[in-house]
């Protein structure tokens, strides 16, 4: 069974940062696409970064200069370093893969996602 295990939330002071890391288990084939999102209660889930096999990387606005996404192929692992936090940063946030494996249900940037991790809460105080 594949699956996306996040890790690394928690709550932290503005200003402050978190790694979030996702692992993919279950699949021993490489991912053309992974991304991380967010959603923010009561708001539609929103991309934040993602990166394509061939390295490229794309980020949202609000976290351009502050986030940074980064993929580890020979562990098939996908991390998200996050500085410089503030309130607006606070959600839940989830781990995504493009695994060919069904029906892609987000975009972001070059890619479409199937697979989804269970989401890890990010808390950024004032």
């Known amino acids: 069974q594949v699956q996306l295990v996040e890790s690394g939330g928690g709550s932290v002071q503005s200003g402050g940062s978190l790694r979030l890391s996702c692992e993919v288990s279950g699949h021993p084939y490489g991912t053309r696409c992974m991304a991380w999102f967010r959603q923010h209660p009561g708001k539609e889930r929103e991309g934040v970064a993602s990166v394509y096999m061939d390295g490229t990387t794309t980020y949202a606005d609000s976290v351009k200069g502050r986030f940074t996404i980064s993929k580890d192929n020979g562990k098939n692992s996908l991390q998200l370093q996050m500085n410089s936090l503030n309130p607006e940063d606070t959600a839940t946030y989830y781990c995504?893969?493009?695994?060919?494996?069904?029906?892609?249900?987000?975009?972001?940037?070059?890619?479409?996602?199937?697979?989804w991790g269970q989401g890890t809460q990010v808390t950024v105080s004032s």
């Open positions: 995504a893969a493009d695994l060919g494996l069904g029906i892609r249900s987000s975009y972001f940037g070059r890619c479409g996602f199937d697979t």
